[in-house]
């Protein structure tokens, strides 16, 4: 996004970039809302859209030290005092690794036709290079036959944040032999997964886990270096990214459908006026050399072969050595294009010809992360990358943070939620209907979980986790969407949000139909094990 000043997050953890651009007067005559006619022209996606879930290891699995797993850079960075809100970590989060049976239940209660996971690199190979744990492999090859047998696809991602401890003290990824490291761990899940599973990611979101864990240090590995090394270990990133995607295309036995998934940084027109769409797509190529909040830098040298002149110019003296084969095995063809998408910068353009940043009334919507609400990324991040990318988008993820409880009835009532996602969808369709290609759609998460360095203090979940109990609860948005998915987004179309009678109806249906073996309880919940609520009382 552009930025005079600079671009920030404005919590660490999910993509969510707002760019701080220069200011416009407070409502001038031209800055209305954008007008969200739509054609009325489909009243369904697409048909053979994919409508999912996603989540990620350390966030759900716990288990952190079992059956041989070895450390991570969260691991470390968990032990760190004042690192994570409230002292919390990922040691057991949601005790995925001792309950996946039941959470592909709910899963499929839910109705959901794919899921996104990420494998854990330290729980597969310990010290990150060299000797496989066997049982931790075996973990993710028995997740993939439960997805499988209850029909839902899994998205794998191989790498979503959690880099092996023992590869981050021989240098992680500022150390050149990083690419092949990933790649050699990429071969390890490939011939483990690959005659089942066909959608796969490579890297989730670089520009937090370079920008946030080795620049600005909110996230592991925690490191605050300076931009020259910053850059590098970006670099080495990307030729991970190529390599592994080598190593899918030849190892994989089922035909590989391949993406990666980066934060989609999304500028959109506050105003009517053809010229601050141009604004919105200016702003979402520019590149700045004090951080990595951008769409170019990242996405151009792994789909266009090369890094952005615009990032060359910005980083200058900064930008990474290269040579033009380590080009070529960046930019390996990709299937489709992934963005994690949350929130988005309401731009105009300047009388100078640059974006300007129009200001916010008093009061606009916000998340309980304190991302503004604005629904519109989800029609202009698409229409951006696509544009510039030529390839398929999936929006890899997608939700927002609500303060959630259990209520009194024994339910959790997350309308806000549902309004939320009811918008951004809507928003998402009418990217569809002016002839973006948009794939699937991966809500942000499954379940609540373990939300980075802020802890458990959000939950992003359509299913409510109880972390001392490990009882889950399906949430009103868990019934929303499933109501969502049966009808390939009909409801959506047609102004129904399901209303509380809907929901209430859909959950006492759910809850009267006898459970079968590994199926939830009444109202998705499950009993604790006696070890995992022990163990709890100690994080």
């Known amino acids: 996004m552009l930025s005079i000043d600079a671009v920030h997050m404005n919590a660490p953890g999910r993509a969510c970039a707002e760019a701080r651009l220069p200011p416009l007067s407070p409502h001038p005559s031209h800055l209305t809302r954008q007008r969200h006619t739509r054609p009325n022209i489909a009243m369904s996606f697409p048909k053979n859209f994919t409508w999912g879930a996603a989540a990620a290891s350390y966030q759900i699995e716990g288990a952190w030290d079992a059956d041989g797993k070895g450390l991570s850079v969260w691991d470390m960075l968990c032990r760190q005092p004042g690192r994570v809100w409230e002292g919390n970590s990922g040691q057991v989060a949601c005790d995925h690794y001792n309950r996946s049976a039941e959470d592909v239940a709910l899963m499929k209660q839910v109705g959901l036709q794919a899921y996104r996971l990420s494998v854990s690199w330290p729980r597969v190979i310990p010290t990150g290079a060299g000797a496989v744990n066997e049982k931790g492999l075996a973990f993710y090859d028995k997740l993939v036959d439960q997805l499988l047998g209850a029909g839902i696809e899994p998205w794998v991602t191989l790498f979503h944040w959690d880099f092996p401890y023992d590869l981050f003290v021989r240098g992680g990824w500022m150390n050149p032999d990083s690419p092949r490291w990933f790649a050699d761990y990429t071969q390890i899940i490939v011939d483990k997964l690959g005659d089942r599973v066909a959608h796969w990611m490579t890297l989730n979101e ?18 605050k270096l300076g931009m020259t090394e910053v850059l590098l270990a970006g670099h080495h990133c990307l030729l991970a990214h190529g390599l592994g995607t080598q190593v899918i295309r030849a190892r994989a036995k089922k035909k590989p459908i391949i993406g990666w998934a980066p934060v989609g940084i999304v500028s959109f027109p506050a105003g009517d006026r053809p010229e601050d769409g141009k604004a919105a797509f200016k702003a979402m190529e520019a590149v700045w050399g004090d951080n990595l909040w951008n769409n170019a830098w990242w996405g151009d040298p792994v789909v266009l072969g090369h890094y952005p002149e615009n990032g060359l110019k910005a980083y200058g003296k900064h930008a990474p050595r290269f040579t033009d084969a380590e080009m070529k095995t ?37 998340t309980h992360f304190l991302w503004k609400r604005h629904a519109e990324a989800l029609r202009w991040g698409p229409k951006f990358l696509a544009d510039r990318y030529k390839l398929p988008i999936v929006i890899t993820e997608n939700g927002l943070s609500c303060n959630d409880w259990v209520a009194l009835d024994g339910k959790v009532h997350d309308a806000g939620r549902i309004d939320f996602l009811h918008r951004y969808l809507l928003e998402l369709h009418h990217a569809i209907q002016e002839g973006v290609d948009v794939r699937g759609y991966f809500q942000w998460s499954i379940m609540d979980n373990f939300e980075w360095a802020e802890g458990y203090k959000h939950r992003f979940g359509l299913v409510h986790v109880d972390y001392t109990t490990q009882k889950r609860t399906l949430k009103d948005s868990a019934y929303w969407y499933s109501s969502v998915i049966k009808s390939n987004g009909e409801t959506l179309l047609e102004g129904r949000t399901c209303p509380a009678l809907e929901i209430a109806t859909a959950a006492a ?27 709890l009382a100690g994080v």
Do not use: R, V
């Open 206 to 223: 670089p520009q937090c886990f370079i920008g946030m864990g080795h620049l600005t240090g909110e996230h592991g590995p925690g490191l």
């Open 509 to 535: 249906t759910a809850e009267s139909e006898p459970a079968t073996a590994g199926s939830p309880a009444t109202n998705g919940a499950h009993a604790p094990s006696p070890n995992a609520a022990s163990a």
């Open 330 to 366: 960046i930019s390996q063809p990709l299937d489709f294009y992934g963005c994690n998408i949350y929130s988005g910068a309401p731009t105009l353009m300047g009388d100078n010809g640059e974006p300007i940043g129009a200001t916010y009334e008093p009061g606009h919507p916000h």
